[in-house]
């Protein structure tokens, strides 16, 4: 079955510190993988993407995703996050003919 | 960038009444559209996907004659919900598919419509 699995439901850090959240697929054919951002009532932001080729992806506001396919997983990170990373963060997987399949996502809370 | 405007952001209407969202993709032209709905504190649930000129594919558990979907040109896609109830009351996020090169692509979301049923 084509699934994610982002485990984290919260996750609380404080301004300066890094991040990782964690997201791990399920997926029959080559994976094409996503992060977005979700802020308060507000639609999706593409955070960065994975094709193919390199395994290491840059994103904007300074994320980062690693695809690694032994582990089914694409990690998202930030070296030092900041008060407005604040948001709802989702991990998804498709392909280049078939719909999104989206995580439960992560809410980040950022302390000062 | 790709831009998606959804039209109106948030709207309020009474029980029994059909109401209409626009989902426009602004500087490009999207084949594919994609209707979401997404409940308080959870993930977004694909209601349907739309394509240009052609009948929409709903999943399931969604009812096609409440949620109507027109898709009629590379730039519009519209949701009515018909004979609204509260149980409708969510945000209704639309998606537009760009296609780039090699055959990759990326999904523009707009930026959702909070419909309140009273």
């Known amino acids: 079955a084509q699934s994610v699995t982002q485990p984290d439901i919260h996750i609380t850090v404080s301004e300066g510190a890094s991040l990782e959240l964690r997201c791990n697929y399920s997926y029959g054919a080559t994976p094409y993988l996503f992060w977005y951002v979700q802020s308060p009532g507000q639609g999706l932001q593409l955070l960065l993407k994975?094709?193919?080729?390199?395994?290491l992806v840059q994103g904007i506001k300074g994320f980062e995703a690693e695809f690694k396919r032994s582990q089914s997983s694409f990690n998202l990170r930030k070296p030092s996050v900041h008060w407005s990373d604040a948001a709802e963060y989702f991990c998804a997987v498709g392909s280049n003919t078939d719909k999104l399949i989206f995580g439960t996502g992560t809410r980040l809370q950022v302390f000062p | 960038g790709a831009v998606v405007s959804q039209h109106p952001s948030w709207v309020i209407c009474k029980s029994g009444t059909s109401v209409k969202i626009e989902c426009r993709s602004l500087?490009?032209?999207?084949?594919?559209m994609f209707w979401y709905r997404q409940f308080p504190k959870q993930s977004l649930m694909l209601m349907a996907t739309s394509n240009e000129g052609s009948k929409a594919t709903y999943e399931q558990g969604v009812e096609k004659d409440k949620f109507l979907i027109n898709h009629a040109s590379l730039t519009l896609s519209t949701l009515t919900v018909t004979s609204a109830h509260p149980e409708d009351s969510s945000f209704y996020i639309c998606?537009?598919?760009?296609?780039?090169?090699?055959?990759?692509?990326?999904?523009?979301f707009g930026p959702g419509t909070r419909l309140t049923v009273t």
């Open positions: 994975y094709f193919s080729g390199d395994t």
């Open positions: 500087d490009f032209q999207a084949t594919t």
């Open positions: 998606s537009a598919r760009s296609l780039g090169q090699g055959g990759s692509y990326e999904q523009y």
